[in-house]
């Protein structure tokens, strides 16, 4: 009899717990920020040509030594724990984030980091650096 009664003490247990995580979930994607905006490769194009934005590379040594950097981009320390004073003072000026390529999640990493500390105008290059170069556009050593 007692290890019916602890069977099912610790089977509801087990289902509070839970019912507890799932709380936790649903608080978490109810405050979940939107998405950053992304721009192609052909608009970044656009925008630099115009001197609408600034590019930040989001990537690390090794890929901007390997993949080059976008003429003029801003080189973060490390996209998760770089300086707010490493991005432009004026928090309106339009930002756009690029790190390796589609499957980098970096760039997203960053751009987030620079909407927290107060830039209006963030959005990220999706295809990244990989993409970039394989559009023909210029890129400047990373080294």
């Not at 099912?8 to 289902?15: N, Q, S």
Request: glycine content about 8%.
């Amino acid at each position: 009899m007692k290890s019916i009664l602890l069977s099912i003490a610790l089977a509801a247990v087990a289902v509070t717990a839970a019912a507890g995580c799932d709380k936790k979930q649903d608080d978490r994607r109810a405050t979940a920020k939107a998405p950053v905006s992304t721009v192609t490769v052909a608009e970044l194009d656009g925008l630099l040509a115009a001197g609408a934005c600034t590019p930040v590379d989001a990537n690390g040594p090794t890929t901007r030594k390997n993949k080059g950097v976008i003429p003029g981009a801003i080189r973060l320390t490390d996209y998760e724990t770089f300086a707010a004073r490493e991005l432009p003072d004026d928090k309106a000026r339009p930002l756009v984030f690029y790190c390796a390529n589609e499957q980098c999640g970096a760039s997203h990493t960053a751009a987030e980091k620079a909407i927290i500390a107060g830039h209006r105008d963030v959005r990220v290059l999706s295809a990244g650096i990989a993409g970039w170069a394989a559009a023909g556009k210029a890129v400047e050593p990373g080294a």
